[in-house]
């Protein structure tokens, strides 16, 4: 049998103090142990941890509180319960719980990223470095690759996903599983659209566009999204998503 795996200590690693970073949970018990470590290995750590569970049916808040009693995370963490936040509340869920997580974060800097994914060590540090260098940046983009553990799935990433260098920096929609903002720039479009369950981020990166929002493009800022599609999933992921770009307006060209 495994030995368990104790979580890495974090005491020491420098904290950037105008930073929170959030994210939303919902029957992530199979996935949350990789996340939290993976934030834990980060170069840098934010000063502020919000946590959303849209009221899980598995155990995913009790092993979050697990694995924070063994390390010094539990001192930046916030983790709230929202029920509402969940599909029987709301029809995007999703974008609630990012609302809800960033008015209840108290940084001016937003860095968000899914659970479900794995954090590179240094993207934390990439993806929030634009905001100190230029003042009048009010977004910015990282990308994600595919962390993959079958031959179809990296099948899949490879006509799925776009290579970082190949994005156009000018018009980028970021996805929401790397991307920071300024919390006075989520403020300005109104936060998240919850108005239906698919495409909230692209949304969500159009309304910051229209107003004038300021975008850098970072494409080193990674994170890695677990591609867990069989070819059923995949075709039906691909409506879902074609469903929310529809109903979102995403793919007219003169949308900025």
């Known amino acids: 049998m495994d030995q368990p795996r104790e979580p890495y200590q974090t005491q020491g690693v420098r904290t950037i103090s105008n930073v929170s970073l959030i994210c939303t949970v919902y029957n992530e018990s199979k996935t949350i142990r990789d996340f939290l470590e993976s934030i834990t290995q980060l170069t840098v750590l934010p000063s502020e941890i919000v946590i959303v569970d849209g009221g899980s049916k598995d155990d995913t808040v009790n092993l979050i509180r ?5 390390t010094t995370l539990e001192n930046i963490v916030k983790i709230i319960v929202d029920p509402s936040c969940n599909l029987s509340s709301s029809p995007s869920p999703v974008a609630r719980g990012r609302n809800v997580a960033i008015r209840n974060s108290t940084r001016e800097i937003i860095a968000c990223t899914d659970a479900g994914c794995i954090i590179e060590k240094n993207w934390l540090e990439k993806i929030v470095a634009p905001f100190s ?10 990308w994600y690759l595919a962390d993959v553990h079958t031959f179809f799935q990296r099948c899949l990433s490879i006509i799925y996903l776009i290579a970082p260098e190949s994005v156009d920096s000018e018009r980028v929609l970021p996805s929401s599983r790397s991307i920071a903002f300024k919390k ?17 981020d692209s949304a969500y990166g159009i309304q910051l566009r229209r107003a004038g929002c300021k975008f850098v493009y970072v494409p ?5 999204w677990r591609i867990e599609f069989t070819l059923f999933s995949f075709i039906k992921s691909q409506y879902q998503y074609g469903f929310g770009d529809g109903f979102h307006s995403i793919l007219v060209l003169n949308v900025f």
């Not at 006075?184 to 698919?198: D, K, N, Q």
């Not at 080193?220 to 890695?224: K, L, N, Q």
């Open 133 to 142: 260098e230029s003042s009048s940046v009010d977004v910015v983009s990282g």
């Open 184 to 200: 006075s720039a989520w403020a300005r479009v109104g936060g998240y659209p919850e108005r239906g369950l698919w495409g909230e």
């Open 220 to 224: 080193d800022a990674i994170v890695y």
């Open 66 to 70: 697990e694995f924070l009693r063994k």
